[in-house]
């Protein structure tokens, strides 16, 4: 319901570029060739249609695995699970490559803006993206002991939002990165000074599918 | 019954000690407590018991008569309080005593009878009988009921000690009674499982729970176990549920990659999500309701640190609260307004510390309540004088509990790690279903 529609925005983003891909230059030629144009129109058409279709099918798999997804989460709460870090899938990545994916970011107390020095931390992970188009992460943020329990988790999931924001913005289907809040509860350095603090307040990197 | 409390209406700019009170420095333009004038509560006495049977029907009721912080309380020696096998009036009025508690044995098989005795005038206040199990948690929480009851005699409204608090410790949920007896864990789904909030009529709590994938809010019934997700709530963030006085309505916190708003969903109905704030990359979060339902206090980061806000319940008229400087008062959060609707609760850090403070709402001053160790967290008694928190003031971290009235501050036993405490209403599922 609610998180249906929410969920809604991302896809229908995707359905709307894939439609707007601009036909072949056909319809520049009419006169000198026409049949030609036709054909060309055709083939575009073809490729509109199966571009359409393609990102239908895209969708709703992801249709389906927001829900399998939101299935999962309804039936988890019938147990008592634990949500420990996420195990990384990391078969079929260069040892480089995942350790340039994995590399955490780290924020300044109380904030959630990208610093500068991380903002290479974060380009640096652009080109393994790009060169792997199936691979999925997770961001998941996180906050040091101070704030409170509560606030502390809103908190963190803006600093996994704004990593999110970052690498959509260049260039990353937003589909393939997906956040989640920690708040302050899996610190890790369990010390109370200001060095184990600015290493708990950090975004974590996991790659949840498609390594292979 | 009122007790004989002088505010202390200075604003203080300077540290100063103050007797049932922590010592703390307060920030300047913060009033600082309340000091406490002994002698001015009514003495009670809980007479000897004649029968050994009794004997710890007796300790658990003395125990919860201190706990309400009503009282001074006495336990006169049996051969001073007692003549012939009844209260010695004279002999109690002449130790300071107003009133007397008596358990003896009933008429019935296995029968009690309780009796507030009005000592000053010889007579018979108010009574009960009743039958009293023979040992373990029935036996207390029968006795809780007794002690409640005779705080309503004696004062007009009840006593706390039937209730029960729910905590997190380990990130697991737990129950105590107030008086530290009768620690249970209780199963609940997710690992932490953080926020615990009761139903107006005890009988169900609404969570958050960290599973794989999500951060769902559950809603729990107590005595059957079951659980359900809040529909939407299998996305993004979600926290700091809290049911409306009537519980019909439940309000927390969404948070997704635009930002943390809050949001009431319809228990009653099983449906229809309402938005209450926009924000757009600041948070909205932990409201807390009106004791009438009219309006939601929370917390918002829209002016850059979070700070206390209120509105109506449809989410207009949103405003400041608690007076902040920009910059330089610290982040408050945690906010619960009180069961008389008159204040609310909530925590500000105070040089990086995080202290429980009370603003009232009809002169929107500010007090704050402690000053020792880290503070966070309360939570209201039903009975509108006592907050439960989480501190460090003992040197481990642990739930205490404070009476506003006089400053009285216990640990709570076998609450160790305990934080997010919610306290139960009078009559909760824990002391009825037995």
Request: proline residues 7%; hydrophobic residues 40%.
């Amino acid at each position: 319901m609610m998180g249906r529609l929410w969920r809604a925005g991302p896809v229908a983003v995707l359905l709307a570029a894939a439609c707007g891909k601009p036909p072949a230059p056909a319809a520049t030629t009419p006169a000198a060739a026409p049949d030609l144009a036709r054909a060309a129109d055709s083939i575009a058409a073809a490729r509109r249609d199966s571009l359409a279709a393609a990102a239908r099918a895209d969708s709703l798999a992801r249709a389906e695995r927001e829900r399998v997804r939101a299935d999962s989460v309804r039936m988890s709460v019938q147990q008592v699970s634990a949500d420990t870090a996420p195990a990384a899938v990391a078969g079929g990545l260069a040892a480089a490559d995942s350790a340039v994916l994995a590399a955490p970011i780290h924020f300044d107390y109380d904030r959630a803006e990208i610093r500068a020095a991380d903002q290479a931390q974060l380009d640096r992970k652009l080109p393994v993206l790009a060169a792997h188009p199936r691979l999925e992460i997770r961001i998941g943020g996180n906050c040091d002991e101070r704030g409170s329990t509560e606030y502390n988790l809103a908190l963190g999931e803006r600093r996994a939002a704004s990593a999110k924001r970052y690498l959509v913005a260049h260039g990353v289907a937003a589909t393939r990165v997906s956040i989640v809040s920690y708040g302050k509860e899996h610190p890790l350095d369990p010390g109370h000074d200001e060095e184990a603090w600015a290493k708990n307040r950090r975004d974590d990197f996991v790659v949840t599918r498609g390594a292979r | 019954m009122k007790t004989g409390w002088l505010a202390v209406a200075t604003l203080l700019a300077a540290p100063v000690p103050l007797r049932g009170q922590d010592s703390g420095s307060a920030p300047v333009g913060v009033r600082v407590g309340i000091t406490y004038a002994p002698g001015s509560r009514p003495s009670i006495a809980v007479l000897p018991v004649a029968a050994a049977a009794l004997d710890s029907a007796r300790t658990v009721l003395l125990r919860d008569l201190d706990y309400s912080d009503r009282f001074e309380v006495l336990t006169p020696p049996a051969g001073v309080a007692m003549r012939g096998g009844v209260p010695n009036y004279p002999a109690l009025t002449a130790l300071g005593t107003d009133l007397a508690v008596s358990v003896a044995a009933g008429g019935g098989p296995g029968e009690v009878d309780v009796q507030l005795h009005e000592v000053r005038t010889g007579t018979v206040r108010n009574h009960l009988s009743l039958q009293l199990p023979a040992g373990g948690e029935a036996l207390r929480l029968a006795v809780h009921r007794v002690a409640d009851e005779v705080v309503r005699w004696a004062t007009g409204s009840p006593g706390i000690a039937a209730t029960t608090l729910m905590f997190v410790s380990d990130g697991r949920l737990w129950r105590v009674a107030p008086d530290g007896a009768g620690l249970a864990n209780v199963p609940a789904a997710g690992r932490p499982t953080l926020s615990p909030a009761w139903s107006p009529d005890g009988r169900a709590i609404a969570y958050t729970a960290f599973v794989p994938g999500g951060r769902p809010l559950v809603l729990q019934d107590l005595s059957s176990g079951s659980r359900e997700v809040v529909p939407g709530t299998e996305y993004g963030v979600n926290i700091t549920p809290e049911f409306s006085p009537d519980g019909r309505r439940l309000a927390y916190a969404h948070g997704d990659e635009n930002g943390t708003d809050v949001y009431l969903y319809d228990v009653a109905r099983r449906c229809c999500v309402t938005r209450l704030t926009v924000g757009r990359y600041y948070d909205n979060l932990s409201p807390t309701w009106s004791p009438d339902g009219q309006r939601l206090a929370f917390i918002s980061s829209r002016a850059g640190s979070p700070q206390l806000y209120v509105m109506s319940a449809d989410g207009s008229n949103q405003e400041a609260l608690a007076r902040f400087d920009f910059g330089s008062t610290g982040q408050s959060n945690g906010p619960a307004w009180s069961p008389d609707g008159q204040a609310i609760a909530f925590h500000r850090e105070v040089a990086g510390v995080p202290q429980v403070f009370v603003v009232d709402l009809a002169t929107r001053a500010v007090r704050q309540i402690t000053g020792e160790g880290r503070n966070e967290d309360p939570s209201w008694a039903p009975d509108g004088r006592h907050l439960a928190f989480s501190s460090t003031r003992g040197g481990v971290r642990q739930l205490w509990i404070v009476d506003l009235d006089t400053g009285r501050m216990r640990p709570l036993a076998a609450t160790a790690g305990g934080r997010l405490p919610a306290w139960s209403p009078h009559g909760n599922y824990f002391t009825e279903a037995r």
